[in-house]
């Protein structure tokens, strides 16, 4: 493909802002002489840090393969238009809302996420760490999902699969999100390890996920 198209720039557009985001929430937070990424890091349970290791791989690997598929993909018109049965008006139409709701999922993916690290602040931790000195934080978005950045991940790789559809990405994606709620499961048992009483009283008020 050599020209770029609106959806691409959009995807490219997207894909800074989401990981672009995280990235200068670290940098934010190095300046204070915190280290945000706990992946790995510390004294752990054997299948605690498997995951945190899978987790690692498929979202970095989402992100690469995503950034790739943004040069690669099959756009749905043309798809639609080797569909016999429609009509070339009927093929655009649903290009364009594919290509919509691919976006807006994108788009509410990278509110949940920010929302998340914002509401945070200084608590905001990547991975389980002990020794960490922070506080649960239940207020803003957590008032309606107690995991708002896991959800943000799981929107955007679902907006990001509509947009740029591709075998590899789709496995990327399904591999990264079914880690991803591996990895809420062994926090959970942190928190509820940690703040005992009041995480379980937040659990019975605010969903996993939405």
């Known amino acids: 493909m050599t020209d770029i198209d609106i959806v691409q720039v959009c995807g490219l557009i997207l894909w800074g802002i989401f990981y672009g985001s995280y990235l200068a929430k670290v940098?934010?937070?190095?300046?204070?002489?915190?280290?945000?990424?706990?992946m790995c890091v510390g004294?752990?349970?054997?299948?605690?840090?498997?995951?945190e290791v899978f987790l690692l791989f498929f979202t970095y690997g989402t992100a690469a393969v995503q950034l790739l598929?943004?040069?690669?993909?099959?756009?749905?018109?043309?798809?639609?238009?080797?569909?016999?049965?429609?009509d070339a008006a009927a093929g655009m139409h649903f290009a364009g809302a594919f290509n919509l709701a691919g976006m807006v999922l994108a788009v509410a993916g990278i509110v949940f996420f920010v929302s998340a690290m914002k509401e945070m602040k200084e608590n905001w931790r990547a991975g389980i760490d002990e020794n960490q000195n922070t506080c649960m934080v239940?207020?803003?978005?957590?008032?309606?999902?107690?995991?708002?950045?896991f959800v943000g991940f799981d929107l955007f790789y679902a907006g990001y699969g509509i947009l740029f559809s591709n075998g590899l990405m789709l496995l990327f994606a399904v591999l990264a999100i079914f880690t991803l709620h591996m990895q809420i499961k062994e926090e959970e048992k942190y928190m509820e390890k940690r703040y005992g009483r009041a995480y379980r009283a937040?659990?019975?008020?605010?969903?996993?996920?939405?």
């Open 43 to 51: 004294e752990k349970e054997i299948s605690a840090r498997v995951i």
């Open 138 to 149: 239940t207020g803003g978005i957590y008032k309606i999902s107690r995991n708002p950045a």
């Open 69 to 86: 598929s943004v040069f690669v993909y099959h756009k749905w018109e043309r798809l639609l238009a080797g569909n016999e049965s429609m």
């Open 27 to 38: 940098m934010l937070e190095r300046k204070k002489g915190i280290t945000v990424s706990r």
């Open 202 to 210: 937040y659990k019975e008020k605010v969903r996993r996920y939405l």
